[in-house]
């Protein structure tokens, strides 16, 4: 049902790039900013990137989120074990009247 | 350190009311800057945002499109805290609940703290 579609699964070894995509629309990505979040099984998300590019304190600088017309990337640089987790794009939706949430992305550690 | 404490049941019955409350710590309900939410995820739908209250000058609410019919957030200053109220429940409002605070009043704003979560099931 979500109108932010992001590929349901990704993997890569320790150390490597992993990047994941969050495909949107004129009525969510291209208008408004983008959020991702990190969950952790069990765990309730966690913030990850704000504002498309923005880092909270504390999370470190090998996540990077980037936006391009109606579409968001986020990159995990110097993959580690403990980023096994679903990942999740975020924005708020004119049509909708919404903040909508992207389908989600099971990140696996090989 | 803001902190969220979830309670309620966790069994409902189907055309029944869904009854969540979620107490703040290290945070004002009424504060000027932030947005109290609630958000809500199944296997079938997804992380699902539900509705949000905040407090500029007087209480506003926004509501998911979806639900609009059947839900109420309200906030409680005394106890600083705030709730949820989904009404005629079936079996699909089968989901984790959790309330959140969005770091800014503004739409679309980033969801920095979130309560626990709490699993409840619409179930006879």
């Known amino acids: 049902q979500s109108v932010l579609t992001q590929p349901p699964s990704a993997s890569g070894t320790p150390g490597q790039r992993v990047t994941i995509s969050c495909s949107g629309s004129s009525s969510n990505i291209r208008s408004n900013t983008v959020n991702w979040y990190q969950q952790l099984p069990g765990s309730a998300p966690k913030l990850l990137i704000y504002s498309n590019n923005q880092r909270p304190s504390g999370v470190p600088d090998r996540f990077s989120g980037s936006k391009s017309g109606t579409s968001a990337s986020l990159a995990i640089i110097g993959l580690q074990s403990e980023d096994e987790a679903d990942y999740y794009c975020?924005?708020?939706?004119?049509?909708?009247?919404?903040?909508?949430f992207g389908t989600g992305t099971k990140v696996t550690v090989l | 350190q803001v902190q969220l404490q979830q309670s309620g049941p966790g069994l409902v019955k189907p055309s029944q009311t869904l009854s969540l409350t979620c107490a703040i710590s290290?945070?004002?309900?009424?504060?000027?800057?932030?947005?109290w939410n609630w958000i809500r995820q199944s296997p079938s739908r997804g992380l699902e945002w539900l509705g949000r209250?905040?407090?500029?000058?007087?209480?506003?609410?926004d509501y998911a499109v979806s639900v609009k019919s059947r839900i109420t957030i309200n906030a409680d200053t005394s106890k600083n805290q705030f709730s949820l109220q989904l009404n005629s429940v079936t079996p699909e409002d089968t989901a984790v609940y959790y309330c959140a605070r969005a770091l800014w009043r503004r739409l679309g704003s980033p969801i920095d703290y979130w309560g626990q979560g709490t699993q409840v099931t619409v179930s006879s």
């Open positions: 975020a924005a708020w939706d004119d049509s909708l009247i919404g903040y909508v």
């Open positions: 290290g945070d004002s309900v009424s504060t000027n800057s932030a947005a």
């Open positions: 209250t905040y407090y500029t000058s007087k209480w506003y609410n």
